[in-house]
């Protein structure tokens, strides 16, 4: 299972380096992975080991930044879904209903610190956005926050694995 798991990162991330769309195909592929909705799809390892590849910090730094922004548009589809409301909400489970309201009253508090956070960790940010949504919380606010968040977390990514990689290189005589 790991196998195929580091097989196919290894893959997509060669092909996105190689391939002279890359840096566009990096960024639809981070946008479409962050905008599905309760569908996780790992798009670290992938910047990740995208960033490994690069020839310099600069590149990895720019590989981080690309994904970051691109992760922050993705987010937007929670909010989205969010103004949806009401017809958003009868297609869910009752515990997510109960988590989205809990995390509304939290942001209409202390909105930017949340949404920063929760964009830099590896919490489901989907509930977050959701819940800013049906609060009608600013969205000029949320994605700049977000995308804060979200620079802060795929910059450091492809720094470690820049770095990483690197640091791996002469221990398998790469």
Same mark, same amino acid.
């Given at each position: 299972m790991l196998?195929?798991f580091f097989? =196919?990162?290894?893959? /997509?991330a060669?092909f996105?380096?190689?391939? +002279? @769309? ?7 592929? &981070?946008? @479409? #992975? ?12 992938? &910047?990740?080991?995208?960033a490994?590849f ?11 930044? /690309?994904?970051? &922004?691109? =992760?922050?548009?993705?987010?937007? =589809? ?6 949806l409301g009401? *017809?958003?909400?009868? *297609?869910?489970k009752?515990?997510? &209903?109960?988590?989205?309201?809990? /995390?509304?009253?939290?942001l #209409?508090?202390k909105?930017?610190? /949340?949404?920063?956070l929760?964009?830099?960790? +590896?919490?489901p ?7 800013a ?5 600013? +969205?000029k606010r949320f994605?700049?926050a977000?995308?804060g968040?979200k620079? #802060? ?5 492809a720094?470690?694995g820049?770095y990483?990689v690197?640091?791996? *290189? +002469?221990? @398998?005589?790469?």
């Open positions: 196998d195929v097989g =196919s990162t290894t893959a /997509i060669s996105i380096y190689t391939s +002279p @769309f890359g840096i566009l195909v990096l960024f639809f592929f &981070v946008l @479409f #992975a962050n905008a599905t909705i309760f569908f996780p799809v790992l798009v670290e390892p992938i &910047v990740f080991a995208v490994g690069a020839p310099d910090p600069y590149t990895a730094l720019f590989i981080g930044s /690309i994904s970051g &922004v691109a =992760s922050a548009i993705g987010e937007m =589809s929670g909010y989205i879904l969010g103004l009401v *017809k958003t909400l009868q *297609k869910m009752p515990k997510r &209903v109960n988590q989205i309201f809990e /995390i509304g009253e939290s #209409a508090d909105g930017i610190p /949340i949404i920063f929760g964009a830099l960790t +590896p919490f940010f989907d509930l977050l956005g959701i819940a949504g049906i609060i009608r919380y600013d +969205p994605f700049l977000a995308l968040g620079l #802060a977390r795929y910059v450091l990514i720094m470690v820049f990483g690197s640091w791996l *290189k +002469p221990l @398998f005589g790469l």
